[in-house]
């Protein structure tokens, strides 16, 4: 199929597309939604804490718990309804990373588990893992040869 579109058109369409966001009412919206991840990743923390567990078994058991919930939205559909509204702030907290490994594992789970999801579960988070291991590689490299 060929598209038959004027460089003009073109043009209106780029324009159209390339409109600015408003950003002096997502940036508090984004603020405000990572915020509430935070203070519900921090509740949870306390509230194990206070079931006695050390503060390693308490971090641990949070940071599972929030990547389980992210994942189960996600996978209900809801999870990108608030990243549509929260922008931003859903993507920086560990909910974000499991939300991008779980919603391409859904859009492609038609195409099997080889071709499908087995090839494109990582093809948002895959640069991000190669990039931090290689950086983290880098920065401890020469931490070691020349900070230590």
Same mark, same amino acid.
């Given at each position: 199929m060929e598209l038959d579109m004027t460089k003009k058109q073109y043009s209106e369409l780029c324009d159209s597309a390339a409109e600015g966001s408003k950003w002096w009412i997502n940036a508090p919206k984004a603020f405000v939604f990572g915020g509430l991840i935070c203070v519900l990743g921090q509740g949870?923390?306390?509230?194990?804490?206070?079931? !006695?567990?050390s !503060? !390693? %078994? %308490? #971090?641990t058991l949070t940071s599972v718990i929030?990547?389980?919930?992210? &994942?189960?939205? +996600? /996978?209900? *559909?809801?999870?990108p309804k608030i990243?549509?509204?929260? *922008? #931003?702030g859903t993507l920086v907290p560990? +909910? /974000?990373? #499991?939300?991008?490994?779980? &919603?391409?594992a859904l859009e492609f789970k038609t195409e099997g588990f080889i071709t499908g999801l087995g090839a494109k579960i990582f093809i948002i988070s895959g640069p991000v893992i190669l990039y931090g291991t290689l950086a983290s590689f880098i920065y401890g490299l020469i931490y070691y040869l020349f900070l230590r």
């Open positions: 949870l923390f306390d509230m194990l804490s206070l079931a !006695e567990l !503060e !390693e %078994s %308490s #971090a929030l990547v389980f919930l992210s &994942a189960l939205l +996600t /996978g209900l *559909g809801i999870y990243a549509k509204h929260a *922008g #931003a560990i +909910t /974000g990373f #499991a939300n991008s490994v779980c &919603a391409p």
